[in-house]
């Protein structure tokens, strides 16, 4: 009930792809969908987050897209880049009075030049 | 700089030894984290702080301890009694009531030989 399953483990792009990374759910109770990009060796860094209450969220190269009815939201990356080749963390969080967030196991994406 | 400090980077240390790992915010921030992670698995909630003198065990508190005598410090002693203590430690710290978003440390690497 509280697990937040990710596929696919690793990606390879080309360069000028487009990288895709899916995340589902089972608790109706979540109401915030954070993404965090995690260099090796450093900290996450949230990357763009979506609420419910809309379908898609993007910001400049990432879009969230999210489908309440399946229960499902994944990431878009545009134009792929070396520069984005990091690990990436889906999350979700039911706020409340804790603010935990329970994350995915991460997607390891390598972009080709 | 605002910002989440962890030290040191990295933490060496025999089995049988308690360790105790640095995590300082100056965001003003009311919650702080800690997380454990693993090569091929997600973020782990260890312990969670939401006001001070006050602390809840997350999912995998077995083998830890913390303490929240100030806003802004958070440390996290790993006990002899943890059984596998080798692993990428993160802190983290949000704003209660406004937004879910939480905030991450560099991390500390704790390698017990």
């Known amino acids: 009930q509280q697990q937040v399953k990710q596929s696919p483990q690793s990606l390879i792009v080309q360069k000028g792809g487009i990288s895709i990374i899916n995340c589902a759910y089972e608790n109706t109770a979540f109401d915030y969908f954070p993404w965090y990009q995690q260099f090796p060796g450093k900290g996450p860094a949230l990357l763009i987050a979506?609420?419910?209450?809309?379908s898609e969220k993007k910001e400049g190269r990432f879009t969230i897209s999210f489908n309440k009815s399946a229960k499902q939201f994944s990431l878009h990356i545009m134009d792929s880049q070396p520069g984005d080749s990091a690990t990436y963390f889906c999350a979700a969080s039911d706020g409340g009075a804790t603010n935990k967030l329970i994350f995915g196991t991460g997607t390891l994406l390598a972009v080709q030049p | 700089d605002g910002g989440i400090t962890q030290s040191p980077k990295y933490l060496f240390r025999k089995e049988g030894q308690n360790v105790t790992l640095s995590c300082e915010q100056n965001?003003?921030?009311?919650?702080m984290y800690w997380y454990r992670q693993d090569p091929g698995q997600g973020l782990r909630l260890i312990y969670y702080s939401q006001i001070v003198n006050d602390f809840q065990k997350g999912d995998i508190a077995e083998g830890y301890s913390v303490s929240r005598e100030k806003k802004e410090s958070f440390p996290l002693t790993v006990t002899s009694a943890q059984k596998n203590p080798t692993a990428f430690y993160l802190c983290a710290s949000s704003i209660m009531g406004i937004t879910d978003t939480q905030y991450f440390g560099p991390g500390t690497r704790l390698t017990v030989l």
């Open positions: 979506i609420r419910p209450d809309v």
């Open positions: 965001l003003n921030h009311d919650a």
